[in-house]
């Protein structure tokens, strides 16, 4: 008995993997796909616009594709016709779908391009009208209807062809003539299969945006196919405002609202279709099982912006990865000797003498070497005890070995310094990116610009070394959407074009990253960063003025550059002194220095370059007088310099009442 009941129990463990299998044929998909295609093809053959029927079924089989899926379609057509049609009508189109059918057969095999079969199908269903067009004695509102189906056929099949391959919009568009036919089949005592599926997506999807077309589009889908007093439309779209106007959290008590909405707005017209309580009463039942994942709730924005959300949090898991905390034991005196010992001392006859009868000997021979070896960066035949040397036969040996593995730990923990080094640029840089997305992704899109209270008057100079036209510092101004005008100046390492180069691309970089939305500090991070992991030696300083139009309030982002100078009437403030530039570290140590500074009130910054700058620059700016920026960068740059070694730049500005 025991064995009986374990084999029945065992029944659903032996069936798992086959039944498995079969679900994961191709002949079962290919088999779902084409039946379908023939439901599907059948509940469009019930869609009409007003009393006059539609020919979606004929392009739903000229839109299939293969011949098996034309046929199933054809099937379909031709049943669902001459059921919800009846004759002459459906006798039309049922040919019409034999004539398309056969003609995917004949031209299917030579893989024609999807607007062909499209311009097919017209032609055909034309051809299969045309006659009973003439049993109708070309009457005026048989030729209107006439030519009313015929202008559908080939925007329908372009459309529903496209859905088939998996456009969104087009599926939409394809459930919506979808509902049209559902309109057409009854369930029992009125209540039809559209009002129960129009119901049944408006309550899936109460409580949302999206929620409102969706209800509007299904119910003006049932309303033109059924030409019901009462419109659906509107109450399913009254139902869905409640819904949004009166947020319920709960699922299912958001979907008793939406159905008591419409229950008392087909009360309210006088009870004109009673049946469509009990439609809503199931559409509602049906709404809540369906999975919201299955409807296009999401705007694209959301979309974009959940997107936006993954990709950070990925990011911020590789940022982590990286950022372990865990080292290796670094390599020391004691294993340099112990790793020479094996080397050296393994195969010698003394081994036993020096290891064994006099360990301790050995062992405080070898430390009074470590202090020296480690100072010196190499250890030497002085430095061990003189009872050591006399006792060692292989010494030499031995010393070179220690030397060797002194050498190998210097370049380990000079690897393992730059591996820290460029794994905490990396882990920056991933958290930089994870902000940046999750930023993007929080922003709301701005309605206008702000209106901006002043405008930027700028004023350039610059000369290249000794008179060269070629110079290494580089300047850029631009402003963004949200009224931050952003002053660069660069000055690349040495002269000439390989400055010129140095200089242009970290412009490029910074300005960049700006226009698209970073913060100016995460720029110039990314920037050292960059620079950091290139490792060849080249940088560039950087000025970076980032100023609101709106407030006149800024900040002077200063990495390396020369001291700049705020002048405000006579007085001359000096700003930054004298730093590293980026890609020399990472950490709190290597930053750019930030000074918050308003313009707003008439004052005027002064940007210069190395070779621009000197001890007597804030004199020389300061008996400039109060000209404009122009006049005050040409003067600056007009002087002759200290020492003609470098190239001079000079940047001013000064931001004046007014819109740009």
């Not at 369906?290 to 898991?317: F, K, Y």
């Not at 000997?361 to 006399?390: I, K, N, W």
């Not at 702000?450 to 060269?468: D, H, I, M, N, S």
């Amino acid at each position: 008995m025991k064995e009986t009941l374990a084999a029945i129990r065992s029944v659903p463990d032996r069936m798992a993997p086959p039944l498995a299998a079969v679900l994961r044929s191709r002949v079962l998909g290919l088999l779902i796909r084409t039946v379908a295609i023939m439901g599907l093809s059948l509940l469009l053959t019930g869609a009409r616009l007003g009393s006059q029927a539609l020919p979606l079924a004929v392009c739903l089989t000229a839109a299939a594709g293969s011949a098996l899926q034309s046929l199933a379609a054809m099937l379909g057509a031709v049943l669902g016709y001459l059921y919800f049609q009846g004759m002459p009508l459906g006798l039309e189109y049922a040919a019409a779908a034999g004539l398309v059918f056969a003609a995917v057969c004949v031209v299917g095999c030579l893989h024609p391009p999807r607007w062909c079969m499209a311009l097919l199908a017209t032609l055909l269903t034309a051809l299969a009208g045309l006659l009973f067009l003439a049993q109708a004695r070309f009457s005026p509102p048989a030729l209107i209807w006439y030519g009313l189906r015929l202008a559908l056929v080939f925007p329908v099949t372009r459309s529903f062809s496209r859905a088939l391959a998996g456009r969104t919009a087009d599926r939409l568009w394809l459930l919506g003539c979808t509902l049209c036919g559902c309109a057409a089949v009854e369930l029992t005592a009125g209540i039809t299969l559209g009002q129960v599926a129009a119901v049944a997506l408006g309550a899936a999807s109460s409580g949302t945006a999206p929620g409102l077309a969706i209800c509007a589009a299904a119910g003006l889908a049932v309303d033109i196919s059924s030409q019901a007093t009462v419109s659906l439309t509107a109450l399913l779209c009254a139902a869905s405002l409640v819904t949004l106007w009166l947020p319920v959290r709960i699922r299912p008590l958001r979907v008793l609202l939406f159905f008591t909405t419409v229950a008392l707005g087909v009360l309210l017209t006088g009870g004109d279709m009673p049946q469509l309580l009990p439609a809503a009463g199931l559409g509602a039942a049906v709404g809540l099982v369906i999975p919201p994942s299955l409807l296009p709730l999401e705007s694209r924005r959301q979309m974009v912006a959940h997107r936006l959300e993954l990709a950070a949090a990925v990011l911020d898991e590789i940022g982590q990865s990286l950022d372990d905390r865990r080292r290796r034991e670094p390599v020391g005196a004691s294993m340099i000797f112990d790793r020479a010992s094996d080397q050296v001392c393994g195969g010698c006859v003394l081994w036993g003498q020096c290891w064994q009868q006099h360990s301790s000997e050995t062992y405080h021979a070898l430390c009074a070497v470590a202090q020296p070896m480690l100072e010196r960066g190499a250890v030497q035949r002085s430095d061990f005890p003189h009872s050591f040397t006399d006792r060692c036969c292989r010494l030499d040996g031995l010393i070179a070995a220690i030397n060797r593995g002194l050498d190998d730990m210097v370049c380990r923990r000079q690897y393992d310094s730059r591996l820290r080094e460029s794994r905490a640029v990396l882990v920056r840089q991933y958290r930089f990116l994870r902000d940046y997305l999750l930023q993007t992704a929080s922003e709301e899109p701005a309605v206008r610009e702000p209106l901006l209270r002043y405008r930027p008057e700028l004023g350039v100079a610059g000369a290249g070394r000794g008179g060269q036209a070629l110079s290494g510092d580089r300047g850029a101004c631009f402003r963004t959407p949200s009224g931050l005008y952003c002053l660069l100046l660069c000055d690349g390492m040495g002269t000439g074009p390989e400055a010129a180069a140095e200089s242009a691309a970290a412009i490029r970089t910074v300005a960049g990253l700006i226009r698209a939305g970073v913060h100016p500090a995460a720029a110039l991070e990314t920037l050292n960063g960059a620079y950091i992991l290139r490792g060849d030696g080249c940088f560039s300083t950087v000025d970076l003025l980032a100023v609101s139009l709106v407030t006149g309030e800024g900040t002077l982002y200063k990495w390396g550059a020369a001291p700049s100078y705020l002048k405000r009437g006579t007085h001359v403030k000096r700003i930054g002194t004298a730093a590293p530039p980026p890609g020399l570290g990472v950490g709190e140590g290597h930053k750019a220095a930030e000074y918050r500074l308003s313009l707003g009130d008439g004052a005027l910054l002064v940007l210069l370059s190395d070779g621009a700058g000197g001890e007597s620059a804030a004199q020389q700016i300061a008996a400039l007088g109060d000209g404009d920026p122009k006049a005050l960068a040409a003067a600056l740059i007009g002087q002759p310099a200290a020492d003609g070694e470098d190239d001079r730049t000079a940047l001013a500005i000064c931001l004046r009442p007014g819109a740009v």
